[in-house]
């Protein structure tokens, strides 16, 4: 045995850490725990417990759902009370950033999630084990997602079958069939189907593939040139609705295969509330706005919105949410790091994980009243501001929205104004 012992905190990516001669990681397991660690390996300078065992349960424990459960890099803490959860999330955003704030459970603890990505593999359908990109754990359920997962998959092999296509072998980086996307509006039941492929569709495959799937409002082949382990291609329409559309309160949403939305329906309006509670004054830019989640929003409670995103076809939806929505809302294409900051009341950004990285700088150049920084990275939102914001804003209030149940994540929207 390499070592034993209670598990006493929790590592920020959420693994169980047990204080060895060095600390050893120990995914699925929670404070309290005994484990017996028997075999252990390195991941990225950090020793990871390969085999162990539980030998005495910890009380802030709860029977995991999924039956894939320890194994499945999807979700790392089932098995933890979703109190406890909450706490832990609580607790590791005030360690990263000192921040105090309350949080929001999710409405919804299953079948939250709106989208799934299942690799395609010699190995199986489904998704990566934890810290084993080259593993893949052939998955029959997924509770997080939907109860329909199973359909979706059973769909997906007999076509394959009947049409001969290749799973993606990861080793030798070849084959026919990579991914298969699957997105659900959960307020409106439309779903969305997209493979995403090596081969092209002729018109034989095409008709197949419509008859495979003839419960997809919207269905999608994407041609995937490259060899990379993500779900994305040149997405061609087949058949149906170019998009699918996601309720959230009074407003409809757009959704298309080559844009961001947010993961989880259900917890959705508490974010876009907690936008609204900070956003002041009459006149906000929605900065990173996707699809114009928050600006579509805003404007629909009576806020004159511009949005500013990178990607052309998102902002073509949001320009689209906002005439399905009447609403007042511009979305142009742009930079958040080069757009000139006007004369707004109130600046949302939402930026990707990697945070705000010249946008802090630019930001905290403007004189801006109200910025409200919609962060999923912690350690990000810390850099941003201790590197810039800070110089010109004080942090003002902040809550935490838990999008990502079961999962060490969490959403925070913070609060910052000007120092005077
Ligand atoms: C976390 S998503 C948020 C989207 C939107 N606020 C929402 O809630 O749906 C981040 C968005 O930032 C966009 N993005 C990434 N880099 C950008 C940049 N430099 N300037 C503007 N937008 C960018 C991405 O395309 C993506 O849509």
Redesign the pocket.
């Known amino acids: 045995m390499k070592a034993q012992g209670y598990i006493e905190e929790m590592s920020d990516e959420g693994l169980g850490v047990l204080k060895a001669e060095k600390p050893i990681y120990v995914p699925y397991t929670v404070v309290g725990d005994f484990v017996k660690v028997y075999k252990t390996r390195r991941r990225f300078g950090r020793i990871i417990a390969e085999r162990f065992e539980v030998v005495e349960f910890s009380l802030l424990r709860q029977t995991p759902r999924c039956k894939h459960f320890g194994k499945c890099g999807g979700c790392l803490w089932q098995h933890i009370k979703y109190k406890e959860q909450l706490k832990l999330k609580q607790e590791n955003f005030k360690e990263i950033t000192g921040i105090t704030a309350d949080v929001k459970g999710s409405p919804k603890l299953f079948g939250f999630r709106n989208l799934s990505n299942f690799i395609v593999t010699t190995h199986g359908i489904g998704f990566k084990e934890y810290a084993k990109p080259l593993s893949i754990v052939d998955v029959e359920e997924c509770p997080v997602f939907s109860s329909k997962t199973w359909e979706y998959l059973r769909t997906l092999k007999e076509f394959m079958r009947e049409e001969k296509l290749k799973a993606w072998d990861l080793k030798r980086k070849r084959g026919d069939v990579h991914y298969l996307s699957v997105r659900e509006g959960k307020f409106t039941g439309e779903v969305m189907i997209n493979l995403i492929a090596h081969i092209k569709l002729n018109e034989k495959l095409a008709e197949a593939f419509r008859d495979y799937f003839p419960f997809a409002d919207s269905l999608y082949w994407s041609f995937k040139a490259d060899e990379r382990d993500d779900p994305r291609g040149e997405s061609h329409l087949i058949a149906g609705e170019p998009y699918i559309r996601e309720r959230i309160g009074n407003i409809a949403y757009l959704i298309h295969p080559n844009?961001?939305?947010?993961a989880n329906s259900y917890a959705l309006p508490l974010l876009l509330k907690a936008v609204e509670k900070f956003t002041g004054g009459e006149k906000a830019l929605?900065?990173?706005?996707?699809?114009g989640?928050?600006g579509i929003w805003l404007a629909k409670r009576g806020f004159k919105v511009e949005g500013?995103?990178?990607?052309p076809s998102?902002v073509d939806i949001a320009n689209k949410n906002a005439q399905l929505n009447s609403v007042d809302a511009v979305f142009r294409i742009?930079?958040?790091?080069e757009t000139p900051i006007g004369d707004y009341d109130t600046v949302v950004v939402?930026?990707?994980r990697k945070g705000l990285k010249e946008?802090a700088e630019h930001l905290a150049k403007s004189s801006i009243e109200n910025i409200i920084y919609?962060s999923?990275n912690p350690k990000a939102f810390k850099l941003d501001y201790e590197k810039h914001l800070k110089k010109a804003y004080q942090i003002e209030d902040a809550v935490l929205i838990d999008m990502f149940p079961h999962t060490p994540h969490v959403e925070a929207v913070i609060n910052l104004k000007v120092k005077r």
């Open positions: 844009s961001f939305f947010q929605d900065l990173y706005s996707g699809v989640t928050f500013v995103e990178i990607n998102a742009g930079k958040a790091e939402d930026p990707p946008t919609v999923c």
